[in-house]
T-cell receptor, first 112, second 116 residues
Framework: GQQLNQSPQSMFIQEGEDVSMNCTSS?????WLWYKQDPGEGPVLLIA?????ELTSNGRLTAQFGITRKDSFLNISASIPSDVGIYFC????????????FGQGTILTVHP | DSGVTQTPKHLITATGQRVTLRCSPR?????VYWYQQSLDQGLQFLIQ???????AKGNILERFSAQQFPDLHSELNLSSLELGDSALYFC???????????????FGSGTRLTVV
């Protein structure tokens, strides 16, 4: 089945630093999504990408949909303590619409 | 509050038992999705319903079943529980059907199931 490889698995950074994480897939996706999950909560959508090559920003977050449709990255600039959490990439499309295939997540820790 | 309501928040039960998890989608959403999140497997898609009908199935065990009722709430039934079924179970809802992109795909806060 479809699988997403997300890296890095975890990051420990200082407040103010920029962060980058990415996802790659062996399959093509028609939609790439980035979610953040806080402890005890469900994932919350940060950015959605619908077109190959698309670059989209949401405040300090920037994400890109790879040209091959098999990868995506998320950048967080000038990190702050509330950025702490688990970030997931997710892909949709291909063999089964609607359902999402998730990466394993990147655990982000921000030291003040 | 995401608008997707899941109950109960926590559930502790013994092996071999049966439990029912409940999800109320956001107002206006017709699709409901169930996901399982465990430490070693990440978020795994289980099953999708749209307006009462099953639309897509993922890696859902035969011991698990789900349904969506006329009022659009959904229930996930887990039976003959095993220790390995301990996980967070999330429900998500969206307006759409099988189309891309998955607009308005919103998760609930989850039910934490512990099997002892």
């Amino acid at each position: 089945g479809q699988q997403l490889n997300q890296s890095p698995q975890s990051m420990f950074i200082q407040e103010g630093e920029d962060v980058s994480m990415n996802c790659t897939s062996s399959s093509i996706f028609n939609t790439w999504l980035w979610y953040k999950q806080d402890p005890g909560e469900g994932p919350v959508l940060l950015i959605a990408l619908y077109k190959a090559g698309e670059l989209t920003s949401n405040g300090r977050l920037t994400a890109q949909f790879g040209i091959t449709r098999k990868d995506s990255f998320l950048n967080i600039s000038a990190s702050i303590p509330s950025d702490v959490g688990i970030y997931f990439c997710a892909g949709s499309g291909g063999t089964s619409y609607g359902k999402l295939t998730f990466g394993q997540g990147t655990i982000l820790t921000v030291h003040p | 509050d995401s608008g997707v309501t899941q109950t109960p928040k926590h559930l502790i039960t013994a092996t071999g038992q049966r439990v029912t998890l409940r999800c109320s989608p956001r107002s206006g959403d017709l699709s409901v999705y169930w996901y399982q999140q465990s430490l070693d497997q990440g978020l795994q898609f289980l099953i999708q319903y749209y307006n009462g009908e099953e639309r897509a199935k993922g890696n859902i065990l035969e011991r698990f079943s789900a349904q969506q009722f006329p009022d659009l709430h959904s229930e996930l039934n887990l039976s003959s529980l095993e220790l390995g079924d301990s996980a967070l179970y999330f429900c998500a809802s969206s307006v759409g059907t099988n189309r891309d992109p998955p607009y308005g795909y919103t998760f609930g806060s989850g039910t934490r199931l512990t099997v002892v």
